[in-house]
């Protein structure tokens, strides 16, 4: 079975710090796609950022941006010059195999951005 | 484009009743697969459906079910219903697997 693990319940920083997320996972799989997703207090779930396995160039998307270790699979989202709209649940998620499993999600974590 | 829709936005139902919500993806989307929030198990994956089949299914009892129509948009229904069923229900709408989802704003339940 795969897992996801984010080790980080909650972080607090300040506005225009940059901020990193942790995650680990485990599959068997070789070809499987990481993701990051918000989900603000609005509940509503938005992918902020993709990563395919066998891409070894870490996926960038704006501010937001990815640190893939495979070997030592490792995803980590870096998040530069956080804005108060940053505020939300960070789940980060696993797309593996035929997809047996669906997406698998970590726990979370609560990222709170300080004025 | 629209999103993805899901409706209703909110239920109360009593235990023992069953539910039905629906979902409707991205047009163009053949894939919606569904998955349930709660506080302390997190996220979990419910099922998917694919051309109106079943692909996938998590491990949840067989009060779970779902289905999807030729237009793509999908139904989940609950039944029996349980004090434990009472969740954040999320779709996601997907081209044709999940290797990108974007979801819907859930329909959140609340069994009394």
């Known amino acids: 079975a795969q897992t996801v693990t984010q080790s980080q319940p909650e972080m607090s920083v300040q506005e225009a710090e940059t901020v990193t997320l942790s995650c680990t996972y485990d599959t068997s799989e070789n070809n499987y796609y990481l993701f990051w997703y918000k989900q603000p207090p609005s509940r509503q779930m938005i992918l902020v950022i993709r990563q395919e396995a066998y891409k070894q160039q870490n996926a960038t998307e704006n501010r937001f941006s990815v640190n893939f270790q495979k070997a030592a699979k490792s995803f980590s989202l870096k998040i530069s010059d956080s804005q108060l709209g940053d505020t939300a649940m960070y789940f980060c998620?696993?797309?593996?195999?035929?997809?047996?499993?669906?997406?698998?999600f970590g726990k979370g974590t609560h990222l709170i951005i300080q004025p | 484009k629209a999103g993805v829709t899901q409706t209703p936005r909110y239920l109360i139902k009593t235990r023992g009743q069953q539910v039905t919500l629906s979902c409707s993806p991205i047009?163009?989307?053949?894939?919606v697969s569904w998955y349930q929030q709660t506080p302390g198990q997190g996220l979990q994956f419910l099922f998917e459906y694919f051309s109106e089949t079943q692909r996938n299914k998590g491990n949840f009892p067989g009060r779970f079910s779902g289905r999807q129509f030729s237009n793509s948009r999908s139904e989940m229904n609950v039944s029996t219903l349980e004090l434990g069923d009472s969740a954040l229900y999320l779709c996601?709408?997907?081209?044709?697997?999940?290797?990108?989802?974007?979801f819907g704003q859930g329909t959140r339940l609340t069994v009394v």
């Open positions: 996601a709408s997907s081209p044709t697997v999940i290797t990108e989802a974007f």
């Open positions: 998620a696993l797309f593996s195999g035929g997809g047996a499993d669906g997406l698998t």
């Open positions: 047009s163009g989307h053949r894939s």
